[in-house]
Nanobody
Framework: VQLQASGGGLVQAGGSLRLSCAAS????????MGWYRQAPGKQRELVAR???????NYLDSVKGRFTISRDNAKNTVYLQMNSLKPEDTAVYYC????????????WGQGTQVTVSS
């Protein structure tokens, strides 16, 4: 599985960005996709995930502001980020969870999101 992330950038606090992650390859082997982020000096954290059944989960700090969605026809997952805060600044990574291993085995390249105050 190959993942191609895009959509990061610089935005002012309160603004919005949409990240995209296009998947290719053995799509059948994954059963969930997620967005992680890692800020400087901090551990990587799971921001949002969506399962093959459509269930979603969010990090508490982004609930009500971020929305994860998918377009099955395009094999693409999106992360709509609204009301961005400076603390959302991080490198964001999309990842895919293997249906057998149930671990995030596949990773896209990171995309930088910077929120200025």
């Amino acid at each position: 599985v190959q993942l191609q992330a895009s959509g990061g950038g610089l935005v002012q606090a309160g603004g919005s960005l949409r990240l995209s992650c296009a998947a290719s390859g053995s799509i059948f082997s994954i059963n969930a996709m997620g967005w992680y982020r890692q800020a400087p000096g901090k551990q990587r954290e799971l921001v949002a995930r969506i399962t093959s059944g459509g269930s979603t989960n969010y990090l508490d700090s982004v609930k009500g502001r971020f929305t994860i969605s998918r377009d099955n026809a395009k094999n693409t997952v999106y992360l709509q980020m609204n009301s961005l805060k400076p603390e959302d600044t991080a490198v964001y990574y999309c990842a895919a969870r293997g249906a057998v291993t149930r671990s995030y085995d596949y990773w896209g390249q990171g995309t930088q999101v910077t929120v200025s105050s």
